[in-house]
C-alpha cells in the first residue's frame, strides 16, 4: 500500500482536475456506491455478525437500510441541490443578481466508530461524494471484520485518487491528521473528538464532530406508559446498549414508576426471550475492555431485571437498575451498553432543571401527553436531537439535521444536511454595470441620514 502523503497527494490532484465537479460524476458514484453494497450484501451480514454477532434483521434496519436511503434521497434531489441558491438583496444593492454556490471543500476525512462500522463510515462518505469531494475513510479497528470489508469493497469499486478506505488505529489516525486535508468528518468519543479538532487546527481544517453523550428519557406521569416502555427498551437495548443515541437513563415520575418498570420487563422478554444470553440474535459488546468497564456498572443499584453476563460470549443481558443515584459511577460517564439505570422524580419541572445542569446530551427522548409540557421541555432543554413519545427513530428522517450540540458534538448530517456540511457555501454577487448609484461614495449626493436609513 502507498504511503499516506502519496494517497493524499493523489487524491488533492484528482480533485485540483476538476473530476468531481459535475452532476453526472457524482450521480454515478452514489449509484456505484448503491450498487457495491447491494452486491456485498452477504459479505456485510456475516462481517456485522463476526464484529458484533449482529442479526441479519438488524444489519439491514439499522446499517444497510439507512445507508439505501441516505443514497436514493440523495440521488432523487442532488441535482436541485447542486444549483446556485437565489437570494434577495436589500434596497441598497439595487440592480444586483445575489446567490450562493456550493462548492466541494477538496479531499475530506471521515474517521468512524465501531457501533455501527458501516453506516457510520459511509453515511458520510455520501454527503462528501454529492458534495463533490474526495473521500478518505478511516473505520475503527475494533470492527475489524467491517473495517477490511469497506476497504475491501472500496478498492474494488473506486479509483483511489477518488475514494479510499485507510485502516489503522491510534498512530494511523494521527499521521492522517498530519495531512492539510479540506474537512474532517468525526464520529466517536467526546474526548477523542477533542483531540481531533485540536490536530485538525494545525492546518485550519474545518471539522464536523459527532460525539455522544448521556441522552436521557423522561417518563412524565400523564405519559401512555406501555408505549413508553417499549419504545424506551427499543431504543435502548437495540445494538446492546452501543447506540449513540440510545436512551443512556431513565427519569421517570415516582406516580408511574411501578407500572413502567413492569411494562419495560414484559417487553424485554418479548423481545429478546427469557434468556437473551441464549439468544443467537443479541449484540454483544465489542470486546473485552467495554465489557469489563460495563460488568463493574451491575452493582451500582439495585438489579430489577437481568444482571447477568457471559464473559465467553461478551454478552451483557438487558438489564434495568433500580435505586441509583447521580453520584453512582454509572451516572458519571456515557454507558454505552445494555444497562438501564432508573432515577425518579416527583416534579418535571424540577427533573428538567436537574438535567439542565448536566452536559448537553446527544439526544433527549420526552414521554408525556400534554402539549404545553412537550413544548417547555423541547425549549427549556439544549441536546442535539430527540423525540416527543419515541426513541432514535428521529434519526432515520432524512429531513432532520442529525449532530450535537456542546458536548456532544458541532455541526450535522442525513439528508440535504449532509451536502451542506461537505460544501463551502460561497457567496456571489453580481453587480451591474448599467448605472451606478452614487450614495457610497465619498462625496455622493445622498445625506448620511439616508444612508443611515438604507443601512437598517
Ligand atoms: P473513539 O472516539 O474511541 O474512536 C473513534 C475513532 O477515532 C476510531 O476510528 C478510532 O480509531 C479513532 N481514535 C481513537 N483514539 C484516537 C486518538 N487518540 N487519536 C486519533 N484517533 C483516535 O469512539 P468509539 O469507541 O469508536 O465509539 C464510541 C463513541 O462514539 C461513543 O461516545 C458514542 O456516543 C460515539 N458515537 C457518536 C455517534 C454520533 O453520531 N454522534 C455515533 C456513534 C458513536
Known amino acids: 500500500m502507498k504511503d499516506i502523503s502519496s494517497i493524499f497527494a493523489d487524491q488533492r490532484a484528482f480533485f485540483l482536475h476538476g473530476n468531481t465537479m459535475t452532476y453526472s460524476f457524482r450521480k454515478e458514484q452514489l449509484q456505484k456506491l448503491r450498487d457495491m453494497l447491494k452486491n456485498n450484501e452477504n459479505a456485510v451480514y456475516q462481517a456485522l455478525k ?21 443514497i436514493d434521497f440523495a440521488l432523487k434531489h442532488l441535482q436541485s441541490w447542486m444549483e446556485p441558491a437565489k437570494v434577495d438583496a436589500p434596497i441598497t444593492h439595487k440592480g444586483t443578481k445575489n446567490f450562493i454556490l456550493k462548492e466541494p471543500y477538496g479531499v475530506t476525512l471521515i474517521i468512524s466508530p465501531w457501533n455501527y462500522p458501516l453506516q457510520l463510515a459511509l453515511a458520510p ?34 479509483d483511489p485518487a477518488y475514494f479510499t478506505v485507510v485502516e489503522g488505529e491510534k498512530e494511523e489516525t494521527e499521521r492522517l491528521m498530519e495531512e492539510p486535508f479540506d474537512y474532517i468528518f468525526f464520529t466517536g468519543s467526546t474526548a477523542v473528538g477533542k483531540i481531533i479538532m485540536q490536530a485538525a487546527s494545525r492546518h485550519l481544517t474545518p471539522v464536523t464532530l459527532e460525539l455522544g453523550g448521556k441522552s436521557p428519557a423522561l417518563v412524565d406521569s400523564d405519559a401512555n406508559i406501555n408505549l413508553a416502555a417499549k419504545r424506551i427498551v427499543w431504543g435502548k437495548f437495540t445494538n446492546a446498549g452501543q447506540t449513540c443515541v440510545a436512551p443512556d437513563y431513565v427519569y421517570v415520575h415516582e406516580k408511574v414508576k411501578f407500572k413502567f418498570l413492569k411494562a419495560m420487563k414484559k ?78 422524580f416527583s416534579d418535571i419541572e424540577d427533573a428538567a432543571a436537574i438535567v439542565k445542569t448536566k452536559e448537553k446530551p446527544l439526544a433527549l427522548y420526552y414521554f408525556g401527553e400534554n402539549n404545553k409540557m412537550q413544548e417547555q421541555i423541547m425549549q427549556f432543554l ?74 437598517k
Open 50 to 70: 463476526r464484529d458484533l454477532n449482529k442479526s441479519k434483521q438488524e444489519t439491514l434496519t439499522t446499517e444497510l437500510g439507512i445507508l439505501y436511503a441516505e
Open 267 to 344: 417487553h424485554i422478554q418479548s423481545f429478546y426471550g427469557k434468556e437473551p444470553l441464549k439468544n443467537r440474535d443479541y449484540v454483544r459488546i465489542i470486546n473485552e475492555k467495554h465489557f469489563s468497564r460495563l460488568e463493574e456498572f451491575l452493582d451500582n443499584g439495585t438489579v430489577l431485571h437481568g444482571g447477568t453476563s457471559d464473559q465467553s460470549t461478551l454478552m451483557i443481558e438487558p438489564t434495568i437498575l433500580d435505586k441509583v443515584t447521580w453520584e453512582s459511577p454509572v451516572m458519571q460517564e456515557e454507558i454505552f451498553g445494555p444497562i438501564l439505570p432508573v432515577l425518579v
Open 382 to 455: 439544549s441536546f442535539g436531537g430527540g423525540s416527543i413519545n419515541d426513541t432514535l427513530y428521529h434519526l432515520a428522517n432524512p429531513h432532520l439535521p442529525f449532530g450535537g450540540v456542546g458536548a456532544s458534538g458541532m455541526g450535522a448530517y442525513h439528508g440535504k444536511y449532509s451536502f451542506d456540511t461537505f460544501s463551502h457555501h460561497k457567496s456571489i454577487m453580481k453587480q451591474s454595470t448599467k448605472f451606478d448609484l452614487p450614495f457610497r461614495y465619498p462625496g455622493g449626493r445622498i445625506s448620511s441620514s439616508v444612508v443611515k436609513k438604507l443601512m
Open 125 to 158: 462518505a455520501i454527503g462528501a461524494i454529492a458534495a463533490g469531494n474526495c473521500v478518505m475513510i478511516k473505520p475503527s479497528e475494533y470492527a475489524e471484520a467491517t473495517s477490511h470489508l469497506i476497504a475491501e469493497m472500496v478498492e474494488q469499486t473506486f
